[in-house]
């Protein structure tokens, strides 16, 4: 059966899509083609990358981008269409009304996150909100099948369901690898480490705030930063990465997603300084179960489902959001203390070994698929 994954706005192997959904598919025997911002078509793992060019400014890709991604994807005439960005829901119902089934997979709250983006003005913020849930309600309504990456967004789009409609919870828990599988970190060096998108609202300035106290208090440890940045409205001395390293921190930028677990591997302290904005006090980081599987403690803001599964795993320690001296001094203890640090990390490691890994997830996926085969 031929399954086509959409997205305007992901990388073509973005970790969720790609490398656990999309090749979860292919395994349990289904022909995927994904159709993603790409610089080409080609083949890898199974699955079939159909390329649309990659547009420099958002308002292009929103408008041009969207409606390229569902033109090659009709081409592929597939059984069952599956889409992971909001702007993509007038492709969905089109497809809809073209009697495809059709899965909505939400990534994160997208209402909260308006009223942080940087690009919109700040007093049409919430009128954008309220209107990005009106429509993410509308699409649950009319979709065969909705991804959700947690229970509470489960809850929160049940409950606008007047009539049945799978709402499944596949939570975003890192695969277990066989790197990760032959052992914990080896670090020597005194590391602290951050990886994923990072941003003034994820904390890139309280990070390097803290970077340059811990340089300060412990001038052998530093701070490595893996993935990509958004600099908008960050302090102008923050925005230029050339100068990080006077305050101890190393940008290393992109690294291929096989990669990072052995870039994990060779810290000692895995760091989540996020603040609390709406969406982020619901949310949970893939990189806290890296870090996790990695075995290696974490500190991270001590607030929402983050700071739950910390308490609950004894990973690793919690600091108040935005606290550059508490996170600095946090870094400090583990680094320095590596007998507390390796048994923080292995309670982690286990705690991800037992429950928090991809395994349990991609049977959910298949099942929901498994439901639509032969359901209108």
Not at 25 to 32: D, I, K, Q
Not at 58 to 76: A, D, E, P
Not at 127 to 135: F, I, Q
């Amino acid at each position: 059966m031929k399954v086509c994954m959409l997205t305007s706005v992901h990388r073509a192997f973005d970790n969720r899509i790609f490398h656990k959904e999309a090749k979860s598919l292919v395994r349990a025997g289904y022909e995927v083609t994904l159709v993603a911002p790409h610089e080409q078509d080609e083949q890898l793992d199974g699955v079939r990358v159909l390329s649309v060019p990659k547009r420099r400014t958002r308002w292009c890709r929103m408008l041009v981008t969207s409606g390229q991604v569902l033109l090659r994807g009709l081409k592929v005439k597939a059984a069952i269409y599956h889409f992971h960005d909001p702007e993509l829901i007038p492709a969905g119902l089109f497809l809809r009304l073209l009697g495809k089934k059709v899965i909505y997979d939400i990534h994160e709250y997208n209402a909260d996150t308006m009223l942080t983006k940087h690009w919109l003005p700040t007093e049409a913020r919430r009128t954008v909100s309220r209107a990005v849930m009106w429509l993410d309600r509308y699409a649950v309504k009319k979709m065969s099948g909705i991804v959700v990456v947690n229970e509470d967004m489960a809850k929160l789009f049940r409950a606008g369901l007047s009539s049945p409609r799978p709402v499944v919870t596949v939570h975003n828990y890192p695969e277990l690898q066989d790197a990760a599988l032959d052992g914990g970190h080896s670090a020597d060096e005194p590391v602290g480490i951050y990886v994923g998108g990072l941003s003034k609202d994820r904390g890139l300035e309280v990070l390097l705030e803290a970077g340059e106290r811990l340089r300060r208090a412990y001038p052998e440890a530093s701070i490595q930063v893996l993935g990509p940045l958004e600099l908008a409205g960050v302090r102008r001395e923050y925005a230029f990465v050339d100068g990080w390293g006077a305050y101890g921190v190393e940008y290393l930028g992109r690294v291929p997603h096989r990669d990072i677990l052995k870039w994990l591997q060779r810290a000692r302290v895995g760091l989540i300084p996020w603040l609390p904005t709406p969406n982020h006090l619901k949310g949970t980081p893939v990189k806290l179960f890296e870090y996790m599987l990695a075995g290696i403690p974490v500190v991270a803001s001590g607030f929402g489902f983050i700071s739950l599964i910390v308490r609950d795993t004894g990973c690793g320690l919690l600091v108040p959001p935005g606290d550059a001296a508490a996170l600095s001094k946090a870094i400090e203890v583990l680094l320095r203390d590596p007998s507390k640090a390796v048994e923080m990390g292995q309670r982690g490691r286990i705690a991800v070994l037992d429950r928090y890994n991809w395994g349990s997830e991609e049977k959910k996926l298949v099942a929901l698929y498994e439901s639509l085969v032969g359901h209108a």
